[in-house]
């Protein structure tokens, strides 16, 4: 394949990369250079330094568990990215391990975006313009041209989680388009507990209230900014826990929808504490 360089950029707390790193290196497209960022908040900030240590025309973003699911999974991002200069951001559909336990493929089963249907056909999947939202491509595996990261500057190095939705919507305002390749997918695990699930969840409500707080215009949750509307947001998501195990909705999800999720409530009302936290400032 005649193609540009190609730098993988891997944000990782505890170092656990050598899996990740075996399976890059086999690839049929492997990366020229491979920049692990060890132990840096938030992961906005890790993946600003590893980009700062490449010098590759082209970057892969691929999170520390996350593996590979073909070995022709580079080749096949970076080939759809090269198809047209309209095109800013390629990702793979994302998958539970073959091994995955219980508790996780529970978690999947319940909880939106977790993992994705893997697309026949190359699938578009932009992030609005018009309010907030998000793109089915994350962080977790995609790539796209080093010259879209500087035209925008990389991302918020503020924002405790949440950066791919604000990172995004700033690489969509340039007109670029967001494809989800065909026929590839990434291995990437669910939290493995319930006090991880929360907690992750939390985080994430954390990061939305800080991106609520710091870009009212564009994001459609509530504005907490006083600590009564803060105690009156929380009181009505503790009386909406017991009736959202049984009735899906939620701001990133806004359509009903029956079933019993009580996974899914749990999370929704931690993001409901993050997401008050995040209002509050807190880092």
């Given amino acids: 394949m005649n193609r540009p360089r190609i730098a993988a950029i891997i944000p990782t707390l505890k170092g656990n990369v050598d899996e990740l790193t075996r399976a890059l290196a086999k690839q049929t497209c492997p990366p020229d250079e491979v920049q692990v960022v060890k132990g840096v908040r938030p992961n906005g900030r890790a993946r600003n330094q590893g980009v700062a240590a490449t010098a590759a025309d082209v970057l892969l973003f691929i999170d520390d568990d996350a ?8 080749e096949r991002l970076v080939q ?8 800013g951001v390629v990702g793979p559909a994302r998958v539970l391990p073959a091994n995955a336990p219980w ?20 699938l578009e999947t932009n992030p609005p313009l018009d309010g907030y939202g998000h793109s089915l491509i994350t962080t977790t595996c995609c790539v796209m041209r080093r010259s879209v990261y500087e035209q925008v500057e ?3 190095e503020e924002q405790e989680s949440g950066v791919d939705t604000e990172f995004f919507y700033r690489v969509r305002r340039l007109g670029c388009r967001f ?3 065909p026929d590839v997918f990434v291995m990437h695990p669910a939290p493995a507990s319930l006090n991880a699930l929360l907690r ?9 209230g800080q991106e609520a707080r710091g870009h ?68």
Avoid at 80 to 87: A, F, G
Avoid at 248 to 269: N, Q, T
Wanted: charged content about 15%; aromatic content about 14%; overall charge positive.
């Fill in 154 to 156: 990389g991302f918020s």
């Fill in 67 to 74: 593996l590979p699911g073909s070995s022709d999974l580079i």
């Fill in 179 to 181: 494809v989800m390749a």
């Fill in 216 to 283: 009212p215009e564009r994001h459609m949750g509530p504005r907490l900014t006083t600590p009564l509307r803060r105690a009156a947001f929380l009181t009505a998501a503790t009386l909406w826990l017991v009736p959202n195990m049984f009735i899906l909705y939620s701001y990133s999800y806004p359509h009903l929808e029956l079933g019993f999720r009580p996974l899914k409530a749990l999370c929704s009302y931690a993001v409901a504490w993050g997401y008050v936290r995040g209002w509050q400032g807190s880092t």
């Fill in 103 to 122: 508790f996780q493929r529970r978690v999947a089963a319940e909880i939106p975006r977790i993992v994705n249907a893997v697309p026949e056909a190359p």
């Fill in 200 to 208: 992750k969840f939390h985080w994430y409500g954390t990061g939305s």
């Fill in 80 to 87: 759809i990215l090269l198809q047209d200069r309209t095109i």
